[in-house]
């Protein structure tokens, strides 16, 4: 790599495979097991270790990627961070490895990770998700693409969020949040739709208007889940639709419910 490239103060572990075009800025750390690609720009005083990252990722300053989980059963092998291309990752964020070699905690592409946000060791995030300032996501989480949180969220260990789902400021989440879904709350209740992620990522009105009728037959009838989504299964649902159906019927912890007093504007 081009000195140049390389702020003068900034430590290189000599194993570290760092593309000529990354920009490495003061006083930062890049230790073992370090993998870049092309046009990354890592800011003033990061700690990146046992990472690969792909192209155009911005770290902007104070970061911790790759370093050791919070977690007591960690036995020291040198688990990785799986980092795609084109994500922005704001000022004291940490990323931790994952507890084992076999799965490694993974970031997608095109992500913004905002001030303060932690993922934890072992959490699985898609692509274009952004979490919001001072948002927690605990050990073995599961974001799929298009997840959105607002400020000081926190998801419990082992929650997967579906696609394009939104959590309100301050949500606490202990369960399973379906995709397209909107929760809010101190303990998160599901309190309509993404309409508008929706359709910003390209989704046609027919589809949208399907996904409202199966969220008020799932969540809005007094039809218990399981007999709710045999019913619209029974329907022939549109791929979007079935994705639900799969998210709920494939939960381990629990499909968040319905909070029971919203305004109508939450399922228009």
Known sequence: MSDTCIHPTAIIDPGAKIDPSTVIGPYTIIGPNVTMGKNN?????????????GDDNEVISHASIGVKPQDLSYNGVQSMVIMGSRNKIRECVTIHRSTSLENPTRI??????????????????????????????????????????????GVHQFVRVGKLAMLSGGAMVPLDIPPFCTAQGERARLVGLNVVGMRRAGMKRDEIMAVKRAFKTLFRSKLMLKDAIAQLEAEHPIPAVQEMLEFCKNTKRGITSAKRKVNQADDE
Do not use: W, Y
């Not at 997608?108 to 993922?119: E, I, K, R, T």
């Not at 997840?147 to 969220?153: K, L, Q, R």
């Open 108 to 153: 997608g592409d095109d992500c913004l990770l905002m001030a303060n946000s932690h993922v934890a060791h072992d959490c699985q995030l898609g692509n274009h998700i952004i979490l919001a300032n001072s948002t927690g996501i605990a050990g073995h989480v599961h974001l799929d693409d298009r997840v959105i949180t607002s400020g000081m969220v």
């Open 41 to 53: 720009r890592i800011g003033p005083f990061c700690k990146i270790e046992n990472t690969v990252m």
